[in-house]
């Protein structure tokens, strides 16, 4: 899938992509197609004075991005209210050249900046849990055993607008010196692809007779 890189200015200096800037992009459609396609991002942070990394899932609703965890998440609260740099990459394929310095990936990346903010209220809690888990498996929600509120009084759910972001992409084929396209040495991409498996029920599944929805 193509996509375009619409002539749209960055929200503030520290997203505008510097190297290669012709593979950045700040539409806010392309940013929501990238971040739909995924569900498991990088959010940084510092604590206690040094910088962290840690993977969590996310979700999109509108203009914002979600994640939530237990009560008890160092991540959560850390971030609560304080900087943070989402970041989420889509590997599509390896680009290979007739030199190792040309060598290259296909990819679609989006960072964003902000201040995430705690969903308080029960009731708009179980309406993101219901979009976070039709994003995984649609359709699953009213199929589960209703959610217990004692569930919703441990987790917490952080909310992040997205307004300071970019996305960096970079599609097609190889791209070298004139001179080496003659070097007689396969030059291409190999494609990357998210594949999904057979479903593999636990036991309780296998002895309960349940068949798999999908």
Wanted: proline letters at 8%; hydrophobic letters at 35%; aromatic letters at 10%.
């Amino acid at each position: 899938m193509k996509y375009a890189h619409p002539k749209t200015q960055p929200a503030t200096p520290r997203v505008r992509v510097k190297r290669l800037r012709e593979r950045g992009c700040y539409d806010r459609h392309t940013i929501y197609r990238i971040l739909d396609a995924g569900v498991l991002c990088q959010i940084g942070f510092l604590f206690d004075g040094a910088p962290v990394v840690i993977p969590t899932l996310y979700w999109r609703t509108g203009a914002h991005l979600y994640f939530h965890g237990s009560k008890g998440s160092r991540l959560l609260k850390a971030i609560e209210g304080n900087e943070i740099c989402f970041s989420t990459t889509k590997l599509d394929g390896l680009v290979l050249t007739r030199s190792a310095f040309h060598h290259s990936a296909n990819y679609r990346s989006v960072t964003v900046f902000g201040r995430p903010t705690p969903v308080t209220a029960a009731k708009q809690k179980v309406i993101h849990l219901r979009d976070f888990m039709e994003k995984l498996v649609p359709d699953r929600w009213d199929t589960l055993r209703p959610i217990k509120q004692k569930e919703i009084q441990a987790t917490t759910i952080l909310s992040l607008p997205i307004k300071e972001f970019s996305a960096k992409i970079r599609e097609g084929g190889p791209v070298e010196d004139p001179k080496d396209l003659h070097w007689p040495v396969w030059a291409g991409v190999i494609p990357f692809r998210v594949e999904v498996g057979p479903p593999q029920p636990d036991s309780n599944t296998i002895a309960n007779r349940i068949e798999s929805p999908f």
